[in-house]
């Protein structure tokens, strides 16, 4: 899949994810930050306006502004061929958001629960932020020990689906005792405890890539007990863009396609690649690390040739 852009966000169906919107400025700086390209897709989703993008990311449709049986198959079909797609829903899921995107991630094993989870033990502020502890060994857990699911929905994963092409893992669960939900009917909320619910899940279908999680909050900068920098909320989200970024079908991609990762860089040096960047000595921050990583690799084994004689 030959692809213009990195990310692109769905504009055609009155998201709440919308880059402008002010409380996910730290999210938009990190991808900037990170050289990534983004682009949106307006007036309607299309295989061929999807096949633009390495990453489409569809947050929270609102207002009945429902994907087409269209839509969802060419979005299936753009994964199916190597896409990877970021699907994000909000408290209540379809019912309360009136949207229907457990017709798409159904094909991806899982749908989207009408409820909202809360913990009366592991929570941040309040119960309905609870803090999530209960993760698989997965590429999207690394170096993670809690997340803030903040006023969203859980997930239920389709243990009936058969389909060769499809390898589903639930990778985060709420709680197995102090966990409980209100589930929306579509007229009222009714209270019940649950255990050990799916929160995120990860899945492998044909080429492409799918993560799939009910919780916008975790994007937002507007609050330190729930979004972006609350307990490991950012390295998720750099986990999850990594892991969908990553994908070679060959050995020869594998040796020509680059690795897209998330680390951390000591801000006097930082600042100094700035610095060189601003005054045209360097293009962007990828290119100072991999001439760097580059010549690091060159001494080495000038070194280790060395010892070998």
Not at 26 to 41: A, M, P, Q, R, Y
Not at 249 to 261: G, H, M, V, W
Request: a negative charge.
């Amino acid at each position: 899949m030959s692809t213009e852009f990195n990310i692109g966000f769905d504009y055609s169906h009155k998201n709440k994810f919308v880059i402008e919107d002010p409380a996910f400025n730290d999210f938009v700086e990190f991808l900037f930050n990170s050289d990534l390209k983004l682009g949106k897709i307006e007036g309607g989703i299309t295989y061929q306006k999807l096949s633009k993008y390495n990453i489409f990311i569809i947050g929270v449709p609102i207002a009945q502004s429902f994907l087409s049986n269209e839509e969802i198959e060419d979005l299936v079909g753009y994964v199916k061929d190597g896409g990877s797609l970021l699907i994000l829903n909000d408290k209540g899921g379809d019912l309360a958001n009136k949207n229907n995107l457990s017709d798409l991630t159904k094909y991806f094993g899982v749908k989207f629960n009408s409820d909202q989870l809360f913990d009366n033990e592991s929570f941040s502020k309040d119960n309905s932020r609870p803090i999530i502890k209960k993760f698989k060994p997965h590429f999207l857990t690394r170096d993670i020990t809690q997340i803030i699911h903040s006023n969203g929905c859980t997930l239920e994963v389709i243990k009936e689906i058969d389909d060769k092409d499809l390898d589903v893992i639930t990778i985060a669960f709420s709680s197995e005792d102090s966990a409980w939900h209100k589930t929306f009917t579509g007229e009222e909320w009714f209270d019940e405890p649950v255990q050990k619910t799916p929160i995120i899940t990860a899945a492998h279908y044909g080429l492409g890539k799918v993560v799939v999680l009910g919780n916008l909050s975790l994007f937002s900068s507007f609050h330190d007990a729930y979004g972006i920098h609350a307990a490991d909320n950012f390295k998720l989200i750099s986990n999850i863009i990594s892991w969908l970024m990553n994908k070679a079908y060959s050995e020869q991609a594998q040796l020509t396609q680059p690795i897209y990762t998330t680390i951390p860089i000591e801000q006097d040096v930082y600042y100094w690649i700035k610095g060189k960047i601003d005054e045209g000595r360097w293009k962007n921050i990828e290119e100072v690390i991999n001439f760097a990583l580059k010549v690091v690799k060159f001494r080495m084994r000038k070194q280790e040739n060395i010892e070998e004689e």
